[in-house]
């Protein structure tokens, strides 16, 4: 609760946890920027914001991994999952939880989470034959797989969804009832139509559930995985590593002790490869542990380069350390953040962000930041006296300077913060960055359309008017910098402390004071001194230098 006694809205949102048997690339990255993203806007919302990544270190494709580097698996595993914290860092990435399923918590709360299926009778024992694929940890079915060959020809069988190979696998181990709950997951859908998104991830999942959804091996023979958690009470089988990774949600809610706080308030991010994991899996075995739902499945679809899905073989993959020295953490983010959509697939090229980057933030919000500014156009460093006479509420009162397409650059700016809201709200940052761009433009055309730098100030109308044209464009920077602060956080940062807004002047809700003295209210900027001058808000990126790289 808040000091009055309200209590204070929370919400909990998650990245997968990645696989430790590759590096993190910008597909990581824009699962994590999505995530911290929302994270960022709840906060400013005043939310109690909780919000999760990490690593999944267990199973045969990481044991695997590991032998190849002839290292243990658990210096192995330390290794990589530090430079993913190392990249989430750099990006940016304000997590507030970091979990690695290797850690102690996390195997007592999946010892806990198993001991709670067994009790409620939906862990069996049993025996599995069928088709495994080791990149994907996953159990197919005979219409999963379809004949292929490999690179020398041989004849073998690979995944439909994912083109890897499987193999024939026959083992006794643990099944889940995963088939007693087809009706139940049905409904709990059809009951939340809202669950998934975009909707067209929802269809995909409800389609699924028509055909029959046969009981799930969740175990490992120990001979064939030692790498992951032993099944409680049986030394000769080890957790399935998807029962076991997908279980680090609750363990960072604080399961088994006092986890439903958080655990009412769950978002997850997701890829769509990872979809039936959490649209299905998932949703089933906490309908077993008589656990909530999540509140919502946000997935979002692949950055790809030149058309192809970036993979550690292709060698195609785009380093986001790199990427973000090239860039700046700001450039990458934005870029991210106002291509990815959720979707279809996006194209990651350097040329893009480049021009993107160069466009929307050097020249337009660089430039509109750069004319209310400017020494030499803001000689006093302060943000300047609105008058109202000059700029009227209503265009036909006192006969003042600014016309129709003035008006209408308020009206939008007035209703930008709703916009940004309802989209932020649906982790679409793309649109939310999209309106906010669009207003950019119609404010630099604000100022060029008036070219404050023609009047002549001596004349004290002259005079009234000029202050007027900048306080009006920095009060609509002022609202650019408090909206974009989810996406570009030190962007953001460096527009609103250059205008002199205060860190207590940032939260949402200060958008929401737009103009106030065009509304006849005080203005608590105006005659304020400026923030320190820091250069340029952002250096226009060289395609060449971004080439020779
Ligand atoms: O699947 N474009 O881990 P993982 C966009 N450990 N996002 C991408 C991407 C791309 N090209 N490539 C990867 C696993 N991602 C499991 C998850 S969760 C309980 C266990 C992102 O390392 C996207 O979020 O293969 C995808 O779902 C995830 O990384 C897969 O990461």
């Known amino acids: 609760t808040d000091r009055s006694g309200t209590p204070v809205p929370a919400y909990y949102v998650t990245t997968p946890v990645f696989y430790v048997n590759s590096l993190p690339h910008i597909g990581h990255v824009y699962s994590a920027v999505v995530a911290d993203c929302s994270h960022r806007y709840k906060i400013l919302q005043g939310v109690n914001s909780r919000f999760a990544t990490g690593t999944d270190e267990h199973g045969l494709k990481i044991q695997q991994a590991a032998a190849t580097t002839g290292k243990d698996p658990l210096t192995f595993c330390t290794e990589v999952s530090n430079r993913f914290r190392h990249v989430f860092r750099r990006c940016g990435i304000s997590y507030t939880d970091y979990v690695r399923t290797t850690e102690d918590r996390h195997r007592q709360a999946v010892e806990q989470f198993w001991t709670v299926l067994v009790n409620n009778g939906f862990i069996y024992r049993g025996s599995y034959e069928g088709w495994y694929s080791v990149p994907d940890e996953s159990f197919l079915t005979e219409t999963q797989v379809v004949d292929s060959t490999d690179s020398l020809g041989r004849a073998i069988k690979t995944s439909t969804e994912s083109g890897h190979k499987v193999e024939w696998m026959k083992e006794d181990n643990y099944l889940f009832r995963l088939s007693d709950l087809r009706h139940k997951l049905q409904h709990w859908l059809r009951s939340n139509p809202h669950v998934i998104q975009p909707e067209k991830f929802y269809y995909i999942v409800l389609q699924w559930l028509e055909s029959d959804l046969p009981d799930l091996s969740v175990s490992r023979q120990k001979s064939r995985l030692q790498w992951g958690i032993g099944v409680p009470g049986d030394p000769e089988q080890t957790v399935y590593v998807w029962l076991d990774a997908l279980v680090n949600y609750l363990t960072v809610a604080g399961y088994p002790e006092q986890h439903s706080r958080w655990w009412s308030v769950v978002h997850h991010v997701v890829g769509k490869d990872i979809l039936k994991f959490h649209a299905i899996y998932w949703p089933a075995f906490l309908l077993a542990a008589e656990l909530p739902l999540p509140q919502a499945i946000h997935v979002h679809s692949h950055w790809t380069v030149q058309g192809k899905k970036m993979s550690k073989s292709l060698g195609n993959v785009v380093d986001p350390l790199e990427t973000s020295l090239k860039f700046t953490v700001d450039g990458l983010r934005y870029f991210l953040l106002r291509q990815g959509v959720p979707d279809t697939d996006c194209d990651y090229d350097d040329d893009k962000v480049v021009k993107l980057c160069n466009s929307e933030l050097a020249d337009a919000l660089g430039g509109l930041l750069n004319r209310c500014t400017a020494p030499s156009l803001n000689p006093e460093q302060v943000y300047p006296q609105f008058c109202n006479t000059s700029f009227p509420k209503e265009p036909e009162e006192f006969n003042g300077r ?45 100022i060029q359309r008036h070219a404050p730098w023609k009047l002549n100030c001596r004349k004290t109308e002259d005079k009234l008017w000029y202050d007027t044209v900048l306080h009006v464009s920095m009060e609509c920077l002022r609202i650019y910098g408090i909206l974009l602060q989810p996406a570009v956080p030190s962007l953001a940062d460096k527009i609103l402390s250059r205008l002199g807004v205060g860190p207590g002047e940032r939260s949402w809700d200060h958008a929401l004071d737009f103009l106030s003295r065009y509304e006849g209210r005080d203005c608590p900027y105006e005659r304020r001194a400026l923030g320190p001058n820091t250069g340029l808000l952002f250096s226009r990126l060289e395609r060449k230098n971004v080439q020779e790289k």
Request: aromatic letters at 8%.
């Open 402 to 446: 600014a016309v129709l397409e003035d008006y209408k650059m308020v009206e939008a700016v007035l209703r930008l913060p709703a916009l940004a809201k309802e989209n932020f709200e649906k982790l679409h940052a793309y649109k939310a960055l999209e309106a906010i761009s669009g207003c950019v433009r119609m404010t630099n055309g604000f």
